[in-house]
């Protein structure tokens, strides 16, 4: 038996002496050669330049070996992975023959797009914590799942993702897609942006890489992990059997010591304005309950940031909503005036602290800050701790729970701090209800998030896009149901909630999913209501028109003096603002499409998709001018930051 196959050699000189011939039934017949101890069923003793023969070898019966690809599948099935979602090519389809006929233990879909399979199953994770595996085929394909991989990877989503590599026995030959000139790797690709990636070079890899990389992918912070798989090794046989996942997953929600939990509570109960911070970790952890329960003990106000978004349901008597220069102004307010904060799983990055410029959204220090963080790298990363703890959110959040009733920790409801953020929340709803019964034409975008918060029901799964679209839903989108609410804060790529949404559906197949997108992220994965319609994935496109790729166009008017270029869609004929007809696009996909340019007319319509179950595209017309409300700060540097258009900058 030879271990593995032997680079260089053997395909070419069994399929000419002279020369190399990539293609072409000799190749094909040397790459299984009759009699080659490598291949599963090696009693074929025909000639090996006929295709059909040397084919039919590959698929012997009663062989103790498993082909590559028989081990993942195995493995997949093992894990009880539901869906594998990906686009075939010619590095991928040795990897789809161990799916043959098993598709009814593993459903199979093509996106039309590799990144819309990748957004997919971020999706599915975020709202399962199951990990979905993610194929494509080597050179582009893998390039085109990166996005959707860094998506997840910068968001503590996961999943697996496997992509094709030129054979063994090809490498740094220039053969397709071979990146022959650095003899480069997807690995290397791939490194920043997975948790760890596999390069696989034999059969046998597999039996310890696949339970290694699943467990992997779910431990502490999670994150996709990737396999650089040379497609011959789907086809290659081994002696091996497909592994059992492992059998003691490693406990990483470990508590911490009793005592400093005791201390972070004694210095949050002996605040004057206490506050808990949620970030995506909670999210992460699916710590809410632990989280409502610490809270109402302790009776200490909640914000979060946008990751942490429906970590508590939106009208949660201690919820404040997010902080952060697009966040809530309660909960903004309270941030920079706290004295102490637990922030749970939360990076501070600049779109929550108004790029860290103190008075905007923080005061740290004076403020003191307790961090727990599942990751020490992220402890301290961006402000001073007065207590920084590893630890897993769920794990922290019940132990401080039970340590804080066994204490009678509490904070009384109805304090002056309750009393003042009670004031902030007034301001805040005085704010914003006038836009929410507006009538204006073109549509402003707060009444629309106004109906659609009426209509949803409580378990509607809302998955933003990445744009001004994304913002509205941070400020004014409602979640009742805790963990229902998706967004990518880290790398924020567009067509993320466009495609994702379909990954809701899967999640959540009897929940209404509903993505908030923009003309401009929309038109980057328009093809997923062909696919919502191939594979009965209703959800709803509620599609913000606003001719422009809005977020960057305001920052041209705001910090450019209004120097707009490449930011509006445009005909450059008429010079008139310009969109496709994308009721006309959702109906030749197969879904259905609607225009609305009044507001009466947005909740009949929105009401209808929800009701109807079948894939429908809601595009809004609304008034491209109006702003944001700025209740912290985002700067461009070197440009000075901004102020906030509702609160201001208070530095303590
Ligand atoms: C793939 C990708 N390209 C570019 C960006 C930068 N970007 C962030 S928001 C945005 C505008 C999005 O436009 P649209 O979807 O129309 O939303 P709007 O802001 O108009 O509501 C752009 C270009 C990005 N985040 N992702
Ligand atoms: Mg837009």
Redesign the pocket.
């Known amino acids: 038996m030879q271990d593995r196959p032997r680079p260089y050699q053997g395909f070419r000189s069994q399929s000419s002496s002279s020369g190399y011939t990539p293609y072409g039934s000799q190749a094909r017949g040397s790459t299984y050669p009759a009699g080659s101890s490598e291949m599963r069923g090696t009693t074929s003793s025909g000639d090996s330049t006929n295709a059909s023969q040397a084919r039919s070898s590959v698929y012997p019966t009663g062989s103790n070996e498993m082909r590559g690809t028989d081990v993942i599948a195995e493995y997949l099935f093992k894990e009880k992975v539901p869906y594998i979602l990906g686009y075939a090519g010619h590095g991928a389809i040795g990897l789809l023959d161990g799916l043959y006929k098993k598709t009814d233990r593993i459903r199979h879909i093509s996106p039309r797009i590799e990144q819309a399979g990748g957004f997919m199953a971020d999706v599915y994770y975020r709202l399962t914590g199951q990990p979905l595996a993610v194929y494509t085929s080597t050179g582009p394909g893998p390039m085109n799942m990166m996005?959707s991989v860094a998506n997840a990877f910068y968001d503590c989503s996961a999943f697996f993702v496997i992509t094709g590599q030129v054979p063994t026995t090809q490498f740094n030959t220039g053969a397709l897609q071979d990146d022959y000139r650095y003899h480069g790797d997807m690995s290397s690709m791939f490194a920043p942006i997975v948790k760890k990636s596999w390069r696989i070079r034999k059969v046998e890899d597999l039996v310890k890489a696949l339970p290694d990389a699943f467990t992997m992918m779910r431990t502490g912070r999670p994150g996709p992990v990737h396999f650089d798989m040379p497609y011959d090794l789907y086809m290659r046989t081994a002696p091996v059997s497909a592994p059992d996942p492992h059998a003691s997953p490693i406990n990483w929600r470990t508590t911490v010591a009793d005592e400093t939990v005791e201390k972070a509570l004694s210095l949050l109960t002996s605040a004057q304005r206490p506050l808990i911070l949620a970030g995506g970790g909670v999210r992460v952890a699916r710590a809410y309950e632990e989280l409502k329960a610490l809270a109402e003990q302790l009776e200490i106000p909640v914000y979060t940031s946008f990751m942490g978004k429906s970590a508590l349901p939106f009208d949660h008597r201690l919820n404040l909503g997010v902080a952060g220069v697009w966040g809530e102004y309660p909960a903004t307010e309270a941030a920079r005036s706290a004295d102490v904060i637990l922030a749970i799983g939360a990076r501070f990055n600049d779109l929550h602290t108004g790029s860290w410029i103190p008075g905007y959204v923080y005061n740290i220090p004076p403020t003191r800050l307790i961090q727990v963080d599942i990751d020490p790298e992220e402890i301290g990363r961006n402000y001073p701790v007065e207590m920084g703890i590893v630890g897993d959110a769920k794990a922290f959040l019940a132990q401080a729970a039970r340590i804080a009733r066994a204490k009678g920790n509490r904070l009384s409801y109805g304090s002056p701090w309750h009393k003042e953020i009670e004031g902030w929340r007034a301001d805040w709803r005085n704010f914003c209800e006038p836009f929410e019964r507006s009538s204006e034409v073109p549509i402003e975008p707060r009444r629309m998030m106004a109906d659609m918060n009426k209509i949803s029901p409580p378990d509607t799964v809302m998955v933003d896009?990445?744009?001004?679209?994304q913002v509205w839903s941070e400020q004014y989108w409602k979640p009742q149901t805790p963990g229902l609410h998706i967004t990518a804060g880290g790398f924020?790529?567009?067509?993320f909630g466009v495609a994702g949404v379909l990954g809701a559906r899967l999640a959540r197949p009897n929940s209404p999913c509903v993505t908030l997108?923009?003309?401009?992220?929309?038109m980057?994965m328009p093809h997923v209501i062909a696919t919502a319609v191939e594979y009965n994935l209703p959800a709803v496109w509620v599609l913000?028109n606003?001719y422009?790729?809005?977020?960057?166009r305001d920052l041209q008017r705001v910090y450019h003096d209004g120097r707009e270029i490449g930011t509006s869609f445009v005909n450059e004929s008429t010079g008139k603002l310009w969109n496709p007809d994308f009721p006309k696009m959702a109906e030749a996909m197969g879904g259905r499409g609607i225009r609305i340019e009044h507001p009466d007319q947005f909740g009949d319509a929105y009401r209808e998709a929800i009701r109807a179950n079948v894939p429908t595209l809601i595009e809004v017309v609304i008034n491209r001018d109006t702003s944001m409300p700025v209740v912290g700060t985002w700067q461009m540097p070197p440009i000075p930051e901004v102020q906030p258009t509702f609160g201001k900058r208070k530095i303590r």
């Open positions: 996005i896009d990445v744009g001004n679209c924020a790529a567009m067509g997108c923009g003309d401009g992220s929309f980057m913000q606003n422009a790729i809005g977020t960057i």
